[in-house]
């Protein structure tokens, strides 16, 4: 009776080992796969970085001008020029792109005064476009081209 249970015993103890599978007999996913994914959402992560750093540096370097010329200061503003109508644009590529339309004389500082407003006019009429002073989509386009 005894080898009769032992033996019982171990042929479910068997049985109960094929049933469940191991380890080893799953199915694999490619290797690297779970990783390209995972490197994906990071480069996404660090261009988001970027943008923020970048926009941070344009506060401060704004800030820090500001404050060169003596004048009173509270909280830094955002980032947003009111002659920069185009997302992304940065006012050092406005200015660069205006110097290579030969519409624009003064450094290329991103500080954008009287010069770079009067430089956008001068392209605006040149290119028959609404002299605003203000780059917007069709401006920034034919600028940058």
């Not at 920069?84 to 954008?112: F, M, R, W």
Request: net charge positive; proline share 5%.
């Amino acid at each position: 009776m005894r080898k009769t249970f032992f033996y019982a015993s171990f042929l479910i103890f068997i049985f109960s080992i094929f049933a469940a599978g191991c380890a080893t007999t799953r199915p694999r996913q490619a290797p690297g796969a779970d990783l390209s994914q995972q490197v994906g959402q990071m480069q996404a992560q660090l261009q988001a970085r970027d943008q923020q750093i970048q926009d941070l540096q344009a506060q401060l370097d704004s800030y820090g001008r500001a404050v060169d010329r003596g004048l009173s200061v509270g909280k830094p503003k955002a980032v947003s020029n009111p002659m920069i109508h185009v997302p992304g644009v940065t006012p050092k590529e406005l200015q660069t792109a205006l110097k290579k339309a030969g519409c624009y004389s003064g450094p290329v500082d991103g500080d954008l005064g009287r010069k770079t407003k009067k430089a956008i006019k001068e392209f605006q009429k040149k290119h028959g476009l609404a002299a605003d002073g203000v780059v917007g989509e069709k401006t920034w386009t034919l600028l940058s081209a």
